[in-house]
């Protein structure tokens, strides 16, 4: 009977330490951490110059062909101001892309042909890009329905680091998504996301960070496919942080 009872008892911590499936899970959050605790409050205005340093597009096809397109300009200059205005100006030929996000708007402008498609993204997430995309949280994008679960601690290359999950609270079926933060520098070392039916999207993995105005900002950005293949690489030059943008760059 004792011998039963000891069989059952060491069965179960197994299943405490591997989780469903044999799948091996976080270290056990002790006290539930919030995700805010994480956000660059101190960053209200960013710009940066990113260059395609490196891309497969057969390996960023397998991600999503219209997520390839994405890479199709090689350079381009980003400027984000909290909360939710996102400009993307690029060049692709002989004319000038450019991307305007402004709170729940979003317009597509090619200025040579005077072009300005505007659209509402009410409750499509996915469409409000601003500093997720690269690497950083801000109180803004938290406050924008967004609720997450602390998962627990890991390990990534060599510290341990919490580990988050998110979703968004707007969108019917959100897709989930799972970030690891460097706790200290406050920045995502890794961005997970899963497609609707809960399997791995694709990864980002953020590098090389560097100090701007009190904010600590990645500048290789790295995104692989399901298969862990390696579909491009960009790099930030010319970061800037609060440098007082003003907000008729992001007028729709």
Do not use: C
């Amino acid at each position: 009977m004792h011998r039963k009872l000891l069989v059952l008892m060491v069965y179960s911590l197994w299943l405490m330490a591997v989780g469903p499936g044999g799948r091996v899970v976080a270290e056990p959050a002790a006290n539930s951490e919030q995700l805010s605790t994480y956000a660059q409050s101190a960053l209200h205005d960013f710009s940066a110059t990113a260059v395609i340093a490196q891309k497969n597009d057969d390996e960023l096809r397998q991600i999503d062909r219209n997520f390839a397109q994405g890479y199709r300009f090689r350079e381009s200059m980003i400027q984000y101001k909290e909360p939710f205005k996102l400009r993307v100006d690029s060049k692709a030929g002989l004319f000038s892309v450019r991307y305007v996000i402004n709170g729940k708007r979003k317009s597509t402008q090619v200025p040579g042909l005077h072009i300005n498609k505007v659209k509402d993204i009410t409750g499509r997430p996915g469409e409000e890009q601003g500093m997720l995309d690269s690497g950083i949280l801000t109180p803004g994008f938290l406050a924008d329905s967004v609720a997450f679960r602390f998962v627990g601690k890991e390990k990534l290359d060599g510290q341990t680091v919490p580990v988050f999950e998110f979703w968004f609270t707007d969108e019917r079926h959100s897709r989930h998504h799972q970030v690891w933060i460097d706790p200290v520098k406050r920045f995502i070392l890794r961005h997970d996301v899963f497609n609707r039916s809960g399997g791995l999207k694709m990864r980002y993995m953020y590098k090389q960070p560097t100090l701007v105005t009190g904010v600590w900002v990645p500048t290789r950005l790295e995104v692989y496919n399901v298969s862990g293949r390696l579909g491009a690489v960009t790099r930030y030059t010319n970061v800037k942080v609060n440098t007082g943008l003003s907000e008729s760059l992001f007028r729709i």
